[in-house]
């Protein structure tokens, strides 16, 4: 049985083509190692949080020009976030550190860089830096169930030395708006 000459010339391309494609996985995950999703190599017990850094998430100074919020996205929920915005500095690098205690979820920061999956049982870190005070919405957006359309919250962007001073009088969360405010997609 005889091959046709065009026939064998698509057989060539289409081989050339598929050792390609493995090529490039190949080297996606010996030579650049992209075999995270954003994460950090922290793991956290998912169904007990409470004895971790996640038992009280929420924000605090690592440094004068670092700040760090520790988030768990939950069935159908962001905490801090959904009920109380998290509230973060503007001109400061700030690191979202993201865990989940039930399904993956989608943490995006809308109008920024800011996207994130957030695994059960992993910490995943996204680090931003906000140029001004505005307010962001946050989405899940990642399905994780029958009340995912219902998961978002808020990112409130304060000056710098606002949120220092209010850090250390204790009213922190004083400076965000009342809940339900809409969010002005304001762009980092």
Sequence with gaps: MDIHRYEKIWI???LVF????????VYGVVAVGATTVGDSGETVAANDLSNTTFGDPGGHWASDDHYVVNVVAQQFQFRPGT???????ANTTVTFRLTSPDVVHGFEVVGTSVNAMVIPG???????RFDRPTTYGVVCNEYCGAGHQNMEGQIVVVPRETLRNASA?????SLAPPAGDAPDGGVA
Excluded: H, K
């Design 169 to 173: 009088n204790g009213t922190a969360a």
């Design 18 to 25: 598929i050792v390609g494609l493995m090529a490039s996985i």
């Design 83 to 89: 009920r109380e915005p998290v509230v973060v500095p």
């Design 12 to 14: 060539g391309v289409s």
């Design 122 to 128: 992993q910490v995943t870190v996204a680090t931003t």
